[in-house]
């Protein structure tokens, strides 16, 4: 089976700060992908990174960077310089390889709110 | 180009009535996802999709809930007599295909279904 957890339910930081966003899944397979989607005030989601399981190498788009540690199950996010247009709901989510069929398995959330 | 679509946007039914969910995904993406977001759930997976034939429906929560997409394209979620538990945002998520590393899923905006 498989689960992923993001502890932090809600965080609150003020524009400028850096935020780290924890994720830790579980899974028996060998071959898995690590996503991670923004859910904005609209509510659609929107894709931001996919990680592959044999591929450890940390990832930076702009102010995002992503930090991929398979000895510790943990998939974290990082925003640097932190802005308003940053408050969301961020989903982690696990997709087995095999035949699971893509379906993806999320974490409950992570609520970020970015006060100016 | 176009992304995923949903309609309605909103639905308000009584209990006991019948719902449609409908589902437009991206041209030229073979796999399609049903997921349910609730406050108490979360965001769960119901029903996957390649071309028309269902391989997982392992997270349909009752025979009250069925799927079926024609023509490689379209998707229709049914909800036959509906109680208050059904009442969540019924997303919908498509793909190039399921199994591959670059597969991501992109959603739709969702139907918010609310049972009076």
């Known amino acids: 089976a498989q689960k992923v957890t993001q502890a932090q339910t809600e965080i609150s930081v003020v524009e400028k700060e850096d935020v780290t966003l924890d994720c830790v899944y579980e899974?028996?397979?060998?071959?898995?992908?690590l996503f991670w989607y923004k859910q904005p005030p609209s509510g659609e989601l929107v894709f931001l990174i996919r990680?592959?399981?044999?591929?450890?190498q940390n990832e930076i788009s702009g102010r995002y960077s992503w930090n991929f540690q398979k000895s510790t199950s943990s998939f974290n996010f990082t925003i640097t310089a932190s802005q308003v247009v940053d408050s969301a709901v961020y989903f982690c989510?696990?997709?087995?390889?095999?035949?699971?069929?893509?379906?993806?398995?999320f974490g409950q959330g992570t609520i970020l709110t970015v006060h100016p | 180009g176009a992304g995923v679509s949903q309609s309605p946007s909103n639905k308000v039914t009584e209990k006991g009535k019948d719902v449609e969910l409908r589902c437009d995904p991206i041209?030229?993406?073979?796999?399609l996802y049903w997921y349910r977001q609730s406050l108490g759930q979360g965001l769960e997976f119901l029903i996957y999709f390649q071309g028309n034939s269902a391989p997982d429906k392992s997270g349909l929560p009752s025979d009250r809930f069925s799927a079926e997409r024609t023509g490689g394209s379209v998707s229709t979620l049914t909800i036959q007599r509906t109680q208050q538990e059904d009442s969540a945002v019924y997303l919908c998520?498509?793909?190039?295909?399921?199994?591959?590393?670059?597969?991501?899923?992109?959603f739709g905006p969702g139907t918010r279904l609310t049972v009076t």
């Open positions: 989510a696990l997709r087995a390889g095999g035949t699971s069929y893509g379906k993806l398995t």
């Open positions: 899974t028996r397979d060998t071959t898995y992908y």
């Open positions: 990680r592959n399981s044999f591929d450890e």
């Open positions: 998520a498509s793909s190039l295909g399921a199994g591959g590393p670059a597969h991501e899923q992109y």
């Open positions: 041209s030229g993406h073979t796999a």
